[in-house]
């Protein structure tokens, strides 16, 4: 599931024509750090809406794993429910994030309100490393770092209207017909998220893939929990806090068009009717 984490290097000789030391095999890369399939077996085999990636991890990110990973890491293994209070050690609004990249506009956005926490989830182990990293040398305690399927994140560590807000920043398009069932963005999807938004929270998707960004306006828009902040029922202008990253940057170069959503998680029904 992850980069690598378990793979066994084989024996090789250095420049200096010496045998380098190389791992066991079954040692841990990271022995303090994210593990390679937090979840394990004890959660159904489903499609999921992500895909591993595996590239090399830097030097300065292997050694933020090391170091940070017990500090600002977690691992979703789905066996116990979070409290997110304890886990910030503060009782700040908590934010979402499902899929950072290289986490550079998540450390830019924890960077420009503090007062806000952040949880960002990934599978891609040199962007933990680098949002690490980046959070490290920004004096960013605002950000914790999550390792495994954001599903079982949502549903099963996490507590009714726990989250001030949900952020899914160009999630994979999954671009090909037959593979439209893996893309995340679903009626499914959004009633998990709903349950685990406060009334008011804001869900924020953005993509540069067109007929996703049009597939997004038409699932959130006939969805009962949330209500587009747009009074045209369209979609938004980017909001000066998501920043502008360079893998945008260069799409808008190419001429694509980034897609913006907003949508409010509605008061439930009880709260609608004046209920207590």
């Not at 309100?113 to 990293?133: E, R």
């Not at 913006?260 to 439930?268: G, I, M, S």
Request: aromatic share 6%.
């Amino acid at each position: 599931m992850s980069d690598s984490l378990n793979t066994p290097e084989a024996p090789h000789h250095a420049p200096d024509g010496g045998i380098r030391h190389t791992r066991a095999k079954g040692e841990p890369r990271f022995p303090d750090g994210p593990r390679a399939d937090p979840a394990g077996s004890h959660f159904e085999r489903r499609i999921r809406s992500f895909q591993p990636r595996r590239s090399r991890v830097t030097a300065g990110q292997a050694d933020a794993l090391q170091r940070l990973w017990p500090k600002w890491g977690l691992d979703i293994d789905g066996r116990q429910v979070l409290d997110l209070g304890e886990l910030f050690g503060n009782g700040s609004p908590v934010v979402l994030e499902i899929g950072f990249g290289m986490g550079e506009a998540t450390a830019r956005m924890a960077a420009a309100d503090p007062d806000t926490n952040i949880l960002a989830v990934d599978v891609h182990t040199p962007g933990q490393g680098n949002l690490l990293n980046l959070a490290d040398q920004g004096g960013l305690s605002n950000i914790r770092v999550a390792n495994g399927d954001a599903i079982i994140l949502l549903r099963e560590m996490l507590t009714p209207d726990s989250l001030d807000g949900l952020r899914v920043f160009f999630p994979d398009p999954w671009p090909k017909k037959r593979h439209h069932k893996r893309r995340l963005i679903q009626p499914d999807f959004l009633t998990l998220a709903a349950s685990r938004l406060k009334p008011g929270a804001i869900l924020h998707c953005a993509t540069d893939w067109e007929p996703y960004a049009e597939q997004m306006l038409e699932v959130l828009t006939a969805h009962p929990a949330f209500e587009n902040t747009r009074p045209d029922g369209g979609f938004a202008p980017r909001p000066e806090f998501r920043p502008l990253t360079r893998f945008e940057g260069q799409g808008l170069d190419k001429g694509h068009v980034v897609h913006d959503l907003l949508f409010r998680r509605v008061p439930h029904d009880d709260q609608r009717e004046g209920r207590p």
